[in-house]
């Protein structure tokens, strides 16, 4: 199948920019290239403030002034390198909308000024803090829901093995599995969709630079966890996009949940690459999977 012209779009706007692919950049101009190229949100909000999340940065997206609401810990992509909560603002406004619940959007520290284990440890800290202040945030901790897309969908499915906090649900959006980057789909999809091969090799280069973290480690590549420890996990909502070298991390891992008994929907989108989610203003499969996406997260927590 042809990716989607929509799709195609964006990227030959993005070639026309003529940017340095990520893998030849610095972290910092890579980083001040992508917040330069931010959109002013599309979708309206009932609230949406900054918290300090027990140290970590947040912030907190309310569809309604109603109390006891379920909540979404966010985490957003970017390959632990770039993404910010600027740049992830309209997909947690999209989603708190859609699902009725709220959304806690973490602002994580980034490679490489903060290798691993830095991105995980503020992860688990907002995690436990948002099941602690529930109640002063509108929720109901009992109603607690965990996600991200891409390298902070790896963040939500290592965190949820962890089990540092009561979680009903995993929401996985084209999510990092397994950084040793050799399922299929890295080489037959290895160039000419916004994510590379080498891109990807060079996101988790700068994430690992710091020593302790390996590939192989669960607590990087969550695909390679112990049976049980992912029988622990919650139910999940997996999306893939057909032009991914991730593709087959979300299918992979979605294949290990269901063999360890764990109840998951995967959701493939055909003619869609990575990100499109983010792009949800230009490719409409992105709005759909937005509202798949919302949907799930309300039936989850309901």
Excluded at 179 to 186: D, G, L, V, Y
Aim: net charge negative; glycine share 8%; proline share 8%.
């Amino acid at each position: 199948m042809a990716l989607h012209p929509q799709a195609q779009s964006v990227l030959e706007a993005m070639a026309a920019l003529g940017e340095p692919p990520v893998h030849e950049d610095t972290p910092t101009e890579a980083r001040a290239r992508r917040e330069a190229r931010i959109r002013p949100p599309t979708e309206e909000i009932h609230e949406r403030r900054d918290v300090d999340a027990g140290g970590v940065p947040a912030r907190l997206y309310r569809p309604s002034d109603d109390t006891g609401l379920g909540l979404l810990v966010f985490f957003h992509g970017g390959g632990w390198v770039l993404g910010s909560l600027d740049g992830h603002d309209n997909v947690c406004r999209a989603v708190a909308n859609r699902s009725g619940a709220a959304v806690l959007s973490v602002g994580y520290r980034l490679a490489p000024e903060h290798p691993f284990p830095a991105a995980l440890d503020d992860a688990v800290t907002a995690t436990r803090w948002a099941y602690t202040h529930a109640e002063a945030l509108g929720a109901d901790p009992g109603r607690l829901a965990i996600g991200g897309d891409s390298a902070g969908a790896n963040l939500a499915a290592v965190v949820a093995q962890l089990a540092v906090a009561p979680l009903r649900f995993q929401l996985l959006v084209y999510p990092v599995t397994d950084a040793r980057c050799c399922a299929p789909s890295h080489d037959e999809h290895a160039e000419g969709y916004l994510l590379t091969a080498k891109a990807m090799n060079w996101f988790v280069d700068q994430y690992l630079s710091g020593g302790p973290g390996a590939p192989d480690d669960p607590r990087v590549s969550p695909l390679l966890a112990d049976p049980a420890v992912i029988a622990a996990t919650p139910p999940a909502w997996v999306a893939t996009a057909e032009y991914d070298p991730l593709r087959d991390d979300g299918t992979f891992y979605a294949d290990r949940l269901r063999e360890a008994g764990v109840e998951v929907t995967l959701v493939h989108y055909d003619h869609m690459m990575h990100g499109f989610v983010s792009m949800a203003d230009l490719v409409d499969e992105g709005q759909v999977a937005l509202s798949a996406a919302g949907e799930a997260l309300a039936a989850a927590l309901a």
